[in-house]
């Protein structure tokens, strides 16, 4: 467990333990093999073939409780294996799978459960927009997750109306509007499961901005101009350095949020948003710089850089506007 | 300092307006896609009407069929073009804004005679050849070759960033034909016909999904002496005309539609309501974004007159261009972030999947903005070095 | 003048006739002398010594009717002379002065007038603070200006309530808190020469911001860091072309600014009111910028680029909190 | 990835907030002046009242009298410490952040004997020697020469930026005994007496009317031997301890400061009225950049809780404190600067014409938080350099 009482001693410890680790590592294994980012240089919001084996490697399930087929670990331990999801660019259905699992064990459902823990069924995600919701991943069969307040809410696809297919500015995933019916399959009131969505969004974030910096510092070292790789110009070694700070920071956050949750203090709310929103924040300000460093390649699809880009606002926006997130920043508590 | 109020402005305008009213294209201009041709056609045809009109070349002198318009008149015709959503440039840009204003201060009579009505009647489409693979927007690293032979000069290499070349009929190319030349010395700017055997063209995808740019590569290409414009060896004095023009008035069309696009987004922002429900425009981070562009576009236009009042009194505009270049480049950008805010969660869709008047693909082509035609770094390398006289990079 | 009806032509232009850059460049030979800017480096709210002499030059005159003992020019070429008084951190008296002659003059005042016009009074400036007014350079038998909507008041000494000395963040001009009292001198109901004071403000921030660029960019060549000209890197050049960018912007509108108020077009509100936003804002953010390229020296008073950014403040802050003139931006009419 | 949570935790928090409710000093911190007694006494007294309360030195080992304090239990000292307005370190900050930790990591038995106890009690005063006039904050660059001879070192030169050399007792001063030598070889750290004969001191004015930084001139100082930390031509190592150090949790007193002081800033938005009678937090502009400072805040306290959670793992803070340092010095001037917006027309006057506590003389300190101890420019070199190995200027 990352959170204990020890009574007499204290301490935040933000480097993933070798048990941790190796958790995140395993996944990152199986992706570096299974999930290059360049297999979605072409597609057109296309499911992953490889899903069903993320899914029983057990990626999905790590903080499902063990009696209902999961890992039984904490939201801690997920965070660090979203992480790795970002710096694949794995759907977001990813999140939504995740959390539909939980409130089902938690619903008692648990042959449903079992299903999106070994892949055989997918969760979307719902964000309100306009008068109705973006689906977002939700394809035949899949179900879809919404939240509003504390509330969390499952939809299977028979109970979603109006679905209307749309062209996404990410056109590696799938989109419609729609409009979600009144009879969930699954309703959960708990803070902490809706908080840990946001969170594991600013986790996929995170990977993003990894792979952000890594594909920025790269370049600058490799392109030459003027006879000199460009990473020698302040001009693009300056924008390099940015980057990197804003992938510490949002990480740090990130990680720290994800203990506060975890233990449940009064404060995690605020460090949540705070994550979501810094992590969205960061990565946006980053992709576009990642792709100014890249030149008139960065413009093109024939390099990642604008892949990074597009998967960035999809997650910035998932399930809040930043802009009233930003707004939310300042109304919450905060212990200080 | 002088404004001199004409009896005759409010006249123009309202001579512009109607004729654009009745004469705008209710289609959107169509992407410029792999092939290009649904584009082609539509621009062919919108060229071709405004100059049955008399609006083609409206800043053309009129010795070569154009209308010869003062600055203030320009600006009017930009501002109600802008207004009435007529079809941006495109790929009529290079002709009509590169290529006519070279052919006519460098031109030979006959090329003038030849091309200037082609571009005028938008029969012809050209493309720029000036940038290469290494060699960035910096012309003195050139190194496409052409080797005078008799009438010919056979020119081998590759360019790289060039707009519209799958759909085009001419090339300003610039070669070195200086053999061992270094930097500005020995290029010669030429009029290539891109139908010439030899020319391989390789369309290049954008990340917002048109075919923007392309490589083009040049296997022992036969182009007669006669193309040449200005001098053999000399073309760097004529591409500098070039850029020093395109660095000018070249942006007015650009900066009327982003002023314009601010007013739409204010509109767009007091209509829309965000998950709260309340209208967008009454989140003041957004506001203040839209006052601060509001003043920066006019001030982006006030540029536009000073730079077109210090040429009045001088043969070329000067490198103060590049100011107007570099932020209309970046307030580009601006704007359409903030139309992503104020968008939000609609952003994430695209109506069609691919449609020009749509503000997500406008967002996505703006990234261009900071890197087409020379990057923002290199823009404020110039603006240091030329204008401020700091010291270049040992 | 400055603004025409030729009937048949139309012409923008926005670099000074002959005749106008020598009426700035009289101006500009004198402030060399008798002002330069290092005058105010141990400088407390002194009055500049040869303000009677400037005064006497005609400087505060050129747009007061030739009747009254003005030049008889217009805001134009009011624009010119205020961008050298910003380049030698002339006192912002000198707006006062020059709108309380033409307030004077329009009022029949015209032994008032010829004291302001001959360097005799001074005019200080009365800006909303709280529930009273700042009294920005307003000293000893000094008039004060003040605006509030169309209408411009000249108060005298006497009629100044609650008088209370402060410490200037600007310390080279004299602030204090006070009341205006109920009966002014002079009250003139005139939009024009409303905006005129908020462009003559924008003209002087101009002048601030081109002695920043030319600051900025000799250290920039001279400063040696690493063996060279600390203006080679990037992180130095940029800055430099950033300010040189903003200078350029903002005497462009000032100047647009000037020919649409003479020109009395109903855009002018929203023309000036941009142009002092745009100096305001540019001058600032370059007055910052100036202080980092001089780096160590940039903090230390023994530079003067303290004394720029603290005139900028003041200059941005004159007459109107920047804050509410950006949201006035959003509403003022504008024809495109 | 662990966090303990301790019962101890708010009982800790409370005892802090108890002792600091009754001892902090009613009057604001002197600023330093030109002979700077006023602040040297306040902050001895202070130290002082620290240390007999048992708060001094709280993140120092307990063998040397600290309070050996876990790195949560030091959050919470300077979150508390930040809220009760207690007083910034000023010219105690080398002394306690810089001098100690590098004599505990670095010094003599005797040199640890002597000298940390009388900084723990606030006796001594310390003042850093390390920029040169030339050199910037580049320690390679060093060229102030120290001679051995017999068991002295004779010290000529000069250093710049020192802050409070005019109030010091000693300073650690860096030095090239080895002639010739070049960047970092050949460098001594040493304890310099600012008594002895040869040191003069010329204090410099900052913008914001403090001597915060003073021009120090050695000529023909002689220096015992045994004053050298470390050995002799090894002053590198010693110095980079003390640095890392410094870009470690060295800023956490400031961070506290700044979240505290953003929360002051929403306080005083909802308080003051503008000129139009409408509460400032109500300007939507202003409302989104508390926002995104607040949540800018709580993710610095987060690196600083990664770089320690680094620095566990390993003997020294790695060159990641750069990143601190960096937004550290950065956030500090987006939050007087978001200051001086809502105080608007207040922000032209000041109460009294030096006051520490005033937010007019904050925002004017916080110019020197980008170029202090390394300038932005500098920091992001040593990130895209030593972090990134990207290529350094040729």
């Known amino acids: 467990m990352a959170c204990r009482d020890t009574g007499d001693d204290q301490m935040i410890d933000l480097i993933p333990s070798s048990e941790q680790g190796a958790i995140a590592e395993g996944v990152a294994d199986f992706l570096r093999e299974h999930f290059p980012i360049d297999r979605l240089r072409h597609s057109r919001g296309t499911v992953d073939d490889n899903w069903v084996d993320l899914a029983q490697l057990g990626a999905f399930g790590v903080s499902v409780p063990e009696e209902s087929g999961g890992i039984g670990l904490g939201v801690v331990e997920d965070v660090l294996v979203f992480r790795e999801f970002g710096r694949h660019l794995v759907s977001p259905a990813a999140i939504g799978t995740r959390v539909a699992a939980i409130a089902a064990a938690a619903n008692g459902q648990e042959a449903l459960c079992r299903d999106l823990l070994k892949g055989r069924r997918r969760a979307g995600l719902a964000t309100p927009a306009g008068s109705g919701v973006q689906l977002l991943e939700v394809g035949t069969g899949d179900l879809c997750v919404a939240i509003s307040g504390e509330i969390l809410q499952v939809f299977d696809t028979d109970q979603l109306a109006d679905r209307e297919e749309l062209f996404a500015l990410d056109e590696t995933l799938t989109l419609a509007r729609g409009r979600l019916g009144k009879a969930p399959l699954i309703t959960v009131t708990d803070r902490s499961l809706v908080l840990s969505v946001r969170l594991l969004a600013a986790a996929m974030l995170c990977g993003v901005l990894d792979v952000t910096r890594d594909m920025a510092v790269d370049y600058a070292r490799t392109r030459q101009q003027f006879g000199v790789p460009i990473g020698v110009f302040q001009g693009i070694k300056h924008p390099c350095a940015d980057i990197a700070l804003a992938a510490e920071e949002a990480w740090s956050q990130v990680a720290y949020a994800s203990l506060m949750l975890e233990a449940e203090l009064p404060s995690a709310a605020f460090d949540v948003t705070a994550a979501k929103f810094v992590a969205g924040d960061n990565a946006l300000v980053s992709a576009r710089a990642n792709i100014q460093i890249h030149g008139g390649m960065g413009f093109t699809d024939e390099v990642d850089a604008q892949l990074l880009l597009k998967r960035v606002h999809v997650l910035h926006q998932l399930f809040d506007d930043p802009r009233l997130v930003r707004q939310s920043l300042l109304e919450l508590p905060l212990e200080i | 300092m002088e404004f001199a109020v004409s009896a005759k402005d409010a006249k123009f305008r309202e001579d512009v307006r109607e004729w654009l009213s ?3 294209p209710r289609d959107p201009r169509p992407p410029i896609t792999l092939a290009g041709a649904e584009q082609v056609e539509f621009m062919r045809r919108w060229q071709r009407k405004l100059f049955d009109g008399g609006w083609a070349g409206i800043s053309w002198p009129e010795e070569y ?4 318009l003062s600055l203030v008149e320009q600006v009017i015709w930009y501002e109600e073009y802008a207004r009435a959503g007529a079809p941006e440039a495109g ?15 460098k031109g030979s009579p006959e090329q003038k005679a030849y091309y200037l009505p082609r571009i005028l009647t938008g029969e012809d489409i050209w493309c720029q050849g000036f940038s290469e693979p290494g ?17 010919y000069i056979i020119v081998n290499g590759s360019k790289i960033w060039t707009s519209f070349a799958q759909v085009s009929d001419y090339q300003e190319l610039v070669i070195r034909t200086q053999p061992g030349s270094k930097r500005h010395k020995g290029l010669t700017w030429i009029i290539c016909d891109m139908r010439l055997p030899g020319i391989t063209i390789r369309p290049i995808k954008s990340l917002d999904g048109e075919y923007h740019n392309c490589e083009v590569f040049y296997d022992n290409v036969e182009i007669p002496v006669v193309n040449v414009v200005g001098k053999i060896d000399d073309g760097w004095s004529v591409a500098m005309a070039t850029l020093s023009f395109e660095r000018g008035t070249a942006f007015m069309e650009t900066q009327m539609r982003l002023a314009y696009t601010v007013e739409k987004l204010i509109g767009l922002a007091r209509l829309l309501k965000g998950a709260d429900g309340r209208p967008i425009i009454e989140d003041g981070g957004i506001a203040s974004q839209l006052s601060r562009l509001r003043a920066r576009s006019a001030s982006l236009k006030a540029m536009t007159y000073m730079g077109a009042s210090r040429a009045r009194n001088s043969d070329m505009p000067g490198p103060e261009g590049t100011y107007i270049a570099l932020r209309c480049g970046e307030m580009k950008q601006e704007v359409y972030r903030l139309a992503m805010e104020i968008l939000g969660p609609q952003g994430m869709e695209r109506p069609v999947e691919l449609a020009t008047q749509d503000l997500v693909q406008q967002y996505l082509y703006s990234y261009a903005a900071t890197i ?6 290199i823009r404020r390398n110039i603006i240091g070095e030329r204008l401020l006289g700091l010291p270049r990079h040992g």
Chains 1, 3 share one sequence.
């Open chain 2, 65 to 68: 069929g154009g209308r010869g």
């Open chain 2, 22 to 24: 009745v004469n705008v």
């Open chain 2, 91 to 105: 790929c009529l840009f290079c002709s009509l804004q590169h290529a006519a204003p070279t052919l006519i201060v």
């Open chain 2, 135 to 151: 060699a960035g927007s910096d012309l003195a690293n050139i190194s496409t070759r052409g080797t005078v032979e008799c009438d």
């Open chain 2, 372 to 377: 087409g035609g020379g990057t923002s770094e």
